[in-house]
C-alpha cells in the first residue's frame, strides 16, 4: 500500500536522538534552541519560540496578542479543529469566513463580511501548503486594526513571491505571528511539536514565559502571569533539527511528485487538479483534488484506489460548523456552502517524498484507468 503520510526516519535523526538521550538533558534545552534558530534562518523572522505542539503554539498565540472573552476571531471552517479551539480556549468567539473554491484558503470578501466592531484577529491557514491570499487579508486587516495570526501548520518552507518589491515572504512571517506544527506527518517532524515565528521582541519574550509556567527564561520560581507548561522537549527538538536540515530536498521532492500528478490528472472530466496560484510557492503537504461529476462517486473512487494499492484521504470530512461542539454554539448546515461542498468532493492523493516515482506513475494510472482514459504508455 502506497500510504497517504509517512515520516521520515533516517540514521541521522536516530543518532540525534540517541545523542541527546545520552547527554542526560532530555526536557527543553540546547537542542530546542538550535531548532529555533533555524526556523528564523529559514523564515526570516526575528524570533522563534518552540512549543510542545502546534496546538499549544496556537493556543499561546492567541493568548499573548491579548485575544481575551468577548472578541472576536475570524478563521475558516475548512481547517484542522486547532485553527478554530485556540480561540475557545480563551473564551473568545469563534467567526467562521467561508473558503475560496480555487484555493481552500480564506476567502477574502468572506472575512471582511464578518468584521464586526468586536473582531480582534484574523487567524488565516496556509491549507495543504498553499499559502493564503496575504495581500488581500493584510488590506481587511490594516483597514480594521486586526491581527493576523498566520496558521502555517502545513505549510514550511513555502513563500509569496512579492514581485513589486522582488523578494520572497516566506510563510513564518505572514502575520503578527506564525503558527508551524511538527506532527508525526508534517512535512518537517519531530513527532510532536510546534513554533511561533514574529518579529515582535516583546510578543516572542511574553510566549517564552507563558510557555514556561509564567517564569523568565533566567529568574526561575518567580511567577510574572498566569503561564502554561507547553515546553518541547530535547529529545524530540532533536529530530526536528535534522529534518530541518533536510527541508529542501523534502520540498523537492513533493513538488514533483505534485508536478508529475498535475500533469498526469490535467483534463480528466470529473476531477480538478489543484489551482496553484502564480505569486505562490505551495510545497504540497498534501495534494488535493476534487471529485465532481465523475463516473464514480468520491468514496467509489476512494475504494477503488486502495484495492489497486493507493491510500487517500479526505482532509477534512465534514467542515468545522458542522461537528456537534460547534453546532451547539448555533451554527448550521448551510451556512458555509463552499467548506461543505469541498468536504464532499475533496480526495488527497499520497504527494510525500517517500512516494517514489514509481508510485506516482501508478497512482496517475490508476486515476487514469478509473476515470476511463486510456492508460499511456512509455512513462
Ligand atoms: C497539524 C495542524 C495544527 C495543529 O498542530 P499539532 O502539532 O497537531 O497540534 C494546526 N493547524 C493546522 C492547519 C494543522 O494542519
Do not use: W
Not at 545520552?22 to 529559514?42: A, D, H, P, W, Y
Not at 470529473?270 to 462517486?297: C, D, N
Not at 461537528?323 to 464532499?344: C, N, T, Y
Not at 506516482?360 to 476515470?371: D, F, K, Q, W
Amino acid at each position: 500500500m502506497i500510504p497517504i503520510a509517512k515520516p521520515i526516519i533516517e540514521e541521522e535523526e536516530k543518532l540525534a536522538v540517541q545523542a541527546v538521550l545520552e547527554s542526560g538533558m532530555l526536557s527543553q534545552g540546547e537542542k530546542v534552541e538550535e531548532l529555533e534558530q533555524q526556523f528564523i534562518r529559514l523564515t526570516g523572522a526575528k524570533h522563534a519560540v518552540a512549543f510542545c505542539n502546534g496546538t499549544q503554539a496556537l493556543h499561546a498565540a492567541v493568548h499573548c496578542l491579548g485575544i481575551r472573552e468577548g472578541d472576536e476571531v475570524i478563521t475558516p471552517p475548512f481547517t484542522f479543529i486547532s485553527s478554530a479551539n485556540c480561540i475557545l480556549m480563551e473564551k473568545a468567539k469563534v467567526v467562521f469566513a467561508d473558503v475560496k473554491a480555487e484555493t481552500f484558503n480564506i476567502d477574502p470578501e468572506e472575512a471582511e463580511k464578518a468584521v464586526t466592531p468586536k473582531t480582534r484577529c484574523i487567524i488565516a491557514v496556509d491549507l495543504y501548503g498553499q499559502p493564503y491570499d496575504y495581500a488581500a487579508i493584510r488590506e481587511i486587516a490594516k483597514k480594521n486594526r486586526l491581527l493576523i495570526i498566520e496558521d502555517a501548520a502545513q505549510a514550511i518552507g513555502g513563500y509569496i513571491d512579492d514581485v513589486d518589491e522582488n523578494r520572497k515572504m516566506m510563510c513564518g512571517t505572514l502575520g503578527d505571528c506564525s503558527v508551524f506544527s511538527m506532527y508525526a506527518t508534517k512535512n518537517v517532524m519531530a513527532g510532536e511539536g510546534g513554533m511561533v515565528t514574529t518579529d515582535d521582541a516583546r510578543l516572542a519574550e511574553q510566549l517564552k514565559r507563558v510557555r514556561h509556567h509564567g517564569q523568565d527564561e533566567k529568574t526561575r520560581y518567580e511567577y510574572y502571569e498566569l503561564g502554561y507548561n507547553y515546553r518541547m522537549t530535547n529529545v524530540l527538538a532533536a529530530i526536528g533539527v535534522e529534518q530541518m536540515k533536510k527541508l529542501e530536498r523534502f520540498t523537492k521532492a513533493r513538488r514533483k511528485n505534485a508536478a508529475i500528478l498535475t500533469e498526469g490528472l490535467a483534463g480528466i472530466k470529473g476531477i480538478r487538479i489543484p489551482h496553484q496560484r502564480e505569486s505562490t510557492f505551495h510545497v504540497y503537504h498534501q495534494y488535493p483534488i476534487i471529485v465532481k461529476g465523475h463516473r464514480l462517486s468520491r468514496d467509489e473512487l476512494k475504494e477503488e484506489l486502495e484495492k489497486r494499492g493507493i491510500e487517500t484521504a479526505i482532509f477534512y470530512p465534514k467542515p468545522l460548523h458542522m461537528h456537534p461542539a460547534f453546532l451547539r454554539m448555533g451554527f448550521q448546515e448551510g451556512q458555509f456552502p463552499v467548506s461543505e461542498e469541498i468536504s464532499k468532493s475533496i480526495l488527497c492523493l499520497p504527494v510525500h517524498p517517500l512516494v517514489s516515482g514509481k508510485d506516482i506513475r501508478h497512482i496517475v494510472e490508476a486515476v487514469r484507468e478509473l476515470s476511463g482514459h486510456a492508460m499511456r504508455t512509455g512513462r
